[in-house]
């Protein structure tokens, strides 16, 4: 069959079962956009190429499936650099393509032409320059074995003009082959054995879990292993929804911005079992602090993490849902070893342990002012909205203070109902995931908590969701500044407020929203709040964008400042340290 190099692009995506992609065109794409018009793949024109990636991204992390981007050269090719590093930060698959000058012209400083596969290295799993169309369904194939293979992460597949143009004999693609590319899917033997002697003999153990639990698809095994062996557990800010919250072994979300309950349970444990992450900073705090006392499992699909900021007594390399099912399985058989007859090992007779973590829960749980006031909490307004919600509703934030407060109030019990920019921490994140999760799980209600400042960012492409009949609910939390900066100078500079100063009232969102073909309210009061999302949820064919007018003085609590040790958390607003 003869086609073009675009033609046979867009055969290989769609061999590669890719229903949607989310794209802007430009001079050098320009050929591969023609055959898209007789395509079965759905695109959604966005408004700027960053708001295809992170829409690409909120697709990937709701279904699992690799997010399809595609973009122009040059600037085009720039300002998807973002989300690549966003997706490569929170291991999330995603596949763009680009456009490039003609083969005879790279190198000669031509229109739009920049070094894209040179600027992404660093920040693709890998990326490719397709210099033959013969070439184009076999890399294509191998984009998306890469993209969602091992550790999924973002690649990029850059195309030249005249590549696009060539006529080629389209072949269906090889069955990947790629012996440099290599992961270990099943965890050893003996290292879970080893692990299952720790989680026996542990008196104080806590199961740490990280996102990649969730791309592991392994919140059922471990919901089998938490009830086998009545461990609590902790859940990063990239696993809310990996284990339920309402689950009396939960505890919810440790770190800077963590519950007190999350961070001391750590810190006093005597056995932390790592499942899917990677003892970030904004997690450990001061590393050497660290759970100090504990010994560590920990299991990973990335070796390279194994060891990298903690080294553990026991390493389980391999698929996080293998090793998850293999401590299940192994520790059955360890515990029919060591008992005696009329004797069970499972589960773990912590009791002591559980009473502590009960009594950590009483003692300081996550609160905020609720006196009579006549200024909204922001707090109050993510509890709302999270009452207010069917069950499985999804959630996305953008990055600052109203990302902590939406991990921290809204109640998380389905995986894949949190949606955020975790490692890179991208502003302006919200509103184009938003539209881009509730394409992948349109019969889903999606909801973005979002900051006044993320919202300036990228909410153009709320012009994507009406153009498109994306309808998604956004809540700003306008405070007027840029909130977690403004905490950060209050507590740490002297309250040497410099730059943050957004004003309230410029611009006006309610009249932003409507121009935007969205439907705008405005809430100035307590009293109107719930009445206003109730409202909010009964309009479904539309985007609707709330300015919720809360509270400027507000800050997260609880913290862990910068560097210090998490013993030092500070529980309220009043320096009370623990």
Request: glycine share 8%; with cysteine; hydrophobic share 40%.
């Amino acid at each position: 069959m003869e086609l073009t190099g675009a033609q046979a692009l867009i055969k290989s995506l769609e061999h590669q079962g890719v229903e949607v992609i989310f794209g802007l065109p430009g001079g050098a794409i320009l050929p591969v956009y023609d055959p898209l018009l007789e395509s079965t793949i759905r695109h959604i024109l966005v408004r700027h190429e960053q708001g295809a990636g992170h829409m690409a991204e909120g697709y990937a992390n709701v279904t699992g499936r690799a997010g399809v981007a595609m973009v122009t050269s040059g600037p085009g090719a720039t300002n998807i650099v973002t989300p690549l590093a966003n997706a490569m930060m929170d291991s999330t698959p995603l596949v763009v393509v680009t456009g490039q000058v003609p083969t005879t012209s790279i190198g000669t400083d031509a229109f739009q032409e920049c070094d894209i596969t040179g600027i992404t290295m660093g920040i693709t799993k890998h990326n490719w320059l397709v210099k033959d169309a013969n070439d184009i369904s076999n890399t294509i194939a191998e984009a998306f074995y890469v993209a969602t293979h091992g550790r999924p992460g973002p690649v990029l597949v850059d195309i030249p003009k005249d590549v696009s143009n060539d006529l080629i004999d389209y072949a269906e693609p090889d069955d990947v082959s790629l012996p440099g590319f290599k992961y270990i899917s099943e965890p050893d033997p003996e290292a879970v054995r080893q692990a299952c002697k720790l989680i026996l003999e542990a008196k104080r153990p806590v199961f740490y879990v990280g996102g990649g639990v969730l791309k592991s698809r392994a919140s059922e095994a471990l919901k089998i292993l938490v009830e086998q062996t009545g461990i609590p557990v902790v859940t990063t800010l990239m696993a809310r929804g990996a284990f339920p919250d309402d689950n009396p072994l939960c505890l919810g979300m440790p770190g800077m911005h963590g519950n007190y309950t999350a961070v001391t349970a750590i810190q006093q444990s005597d056995l932390l079992i790592a499942l899917g992450s990677r003892f970030d900073d904004r997690v450990t705090g001061k590393v050497s602090e660290f759970a100090k006392h504990a010994k560590v499992i920990h299991a990973d699909i990335d070796a390279a993490e194994i060891g990298k900021v903690r080294v553990p007594d026991v390493a389980l390399i391999g698929e996080c849902r293998r090793s998850i099912e293999e401590l299940t399985r192994g520790l059955t058989e360890s515990a029919s070893q060591l008992s005696k007859p009329n004797e069970n090992l499972l589960p773990l007779d912590i009791g002591d342990w559980i009473n502590q973590i009960n009594s950590w829960k009483e003692t300081y749980p996550l609160s905020y002012d609720k006196s009579e006031s006549d200024t909204i909490k922001p707090q109050y307004v993510i509890e709302s909205i999270s009452n207010l919600q069917e069950e499985g509703t999804i959630v996305v934030s953008g990055v600052g203070q109203h990302q902590m407060w939406a991990s921290q109030y809204w109640k998380f019990n389905n995986p894949y109902s949190w949606v955020n920019s975790g490692g890179l921490g991208t502003m302006g994140f919200a509103v184009p995931a938003a539209i881009g999760a509730k394409v992948g799980r349109p019969d889903k209600a999606v909801w973005a908590i979002d900051g006044d400042g993320c919202f300036q960012m990228t909410a153009q492409e709320l012009i994507t969701s009406s153009a498109e009949n994306i309808p998604v609910k956004i809540a700003i939390l306008n405070n007027a500044y840029l909130g977690m900066v403004r905490q950060w100078q209050q507590m740490f500079y002297e309250e040497r407020y410099s730059e943050v100063y957004l004003s309230p009232d410029l611009p006006d969102y309610v009249k932003w929203a409507e121009a935007m073909g969205c439907v705008g309210f405005r809430v100035d009061t307590p009293e109107e709040v719930i009445p206003t999302i109730e409202k909010a949820n009964e309009i479904n064919d539309k985007s609707v964008v709330i300015d919720f007018r809360t509270d400027i003085t507000e800050k997260v609590f609880p913290m862990v400042p910068a560097g210090k040790s998490n013993d030092e958390i500070i529980v309220g607003p009043f320096g009370k340290k623990s």
